[in-house]
C-alpha cells in the first residue's frame, strides 16, 4: 500500500474543496467532513442523516478498534451538515451510492477514485483516504501543538505515534536536511 501525506498547505485545500463542490456536494461534503474530523474512512462511509443532523457531536464504535468514539463537531461543521442535509431523509447514507436507490453509501474504492482524482488535479500525488484524517491531524497539532490529545482523539499508542503519523516528523527532518551538506 503507498504511503499518504496530509495536505499541508490550506490553498491546496482550499482549490480541492472547489474542484469537489464542482463535481457534487456529496464529494465535496466527504472531504470537509473527513478533515474536520478526522475519522477513518470507513466510519465515514456508514454514517447517515440521522447520526449528524442537528447534533453537536458523532457518536459510533469505530470499525478498526470496535471503541465507542464520541467527537465535536464545531459550528462551521455544523453548518455545513445543516446545508448538506437540507433536504434528505433521516436513514440515508450521508454518502450514498447512486446506485441501488441510495441504499448503499460509496465504496472506499470510490471515495479513493474521488480523492485522488481531486489531488491529481492540483498536483498532489500521495493522496488517498487516509489524507482526509492525516489532513485534520496535521492542521490540530500545528494550531494546538497537543500531540498528548490529538493521540487520544486518533486512539493512537504514543504521542510519537501520532506526530509520525500525521507527517510532523517528516516535516522536521526535511527541515533539518534542507542546507545539510559537507
Do not use: W
Not at 447517515?48 to 463537531?73: A, C, D, M, Q, W
Not at 465504496?107 to 491529481?120: E, F, P, Q, T
Amino acid at each position: 500500500m503507498k504511503y499518504v501525506q496530509p495536505i499541508r498547505d490550506r490553498q491546496i485545500i482550499g482549490k480541492i474543496k472547489q474542484i469537489l463542490k464542482n463535481q457534487s456536494l456529496r464529494n465535496y461534503f466527504l472531504f470537509v467532513l473527513g478533515i474536520n474530523t478526522g475519522l477513518r474512512i470507513g466510519d465515514l462511509l456508514k454514517l447517515k442523516v440521522e447520526h449528524v443532523r442537528n447534533k453537536s457531536h458523532i457518536s459510533l464504535s469505530e470499525e478498526k478498534t470496535g471503541k465507542i468514539k464520541r467527537f465535536r463537531l464545531n459550528p462551521a461543521i455544523q453548518d455545513e451538515i445543516a446545508t448538506y442535509t437540507r433536504d434528505k431523509r433521516e436513514n440515508e447514507y450521508l454518502f450514498a451510492s447512486r446506485t441501488g436507490r441510495k441504499t448503499k453509501p460509496i465504496s472506499r474504492v470510490m471515495a479513493y477514485n474521488i480523492l485522488k482524482c481531486a489531488g491529481r488535479q492540483v498536483g498532489l500525488s500521495e493522496i488517498g483516504t487516509h489524507t482526509l484524517r492525516k489532513t485534520f491531524g496535521y492542521h490540530f497539532y500545528l494550531e494546538t501543538k497537543d500531540a498528548a490529545l490529538l493521540q487520544q482523539i486518533f486512539n493512537h499508542s504514543a504521542p510519537s505515534v501520532t506526530l509520525r503519523y500525521i507527517g510532523i516528523n517528516q516535516d522536521v527532518q526535511d527541515r533539518a536536511i534542507e542546507n545539510f551538506s559537507l
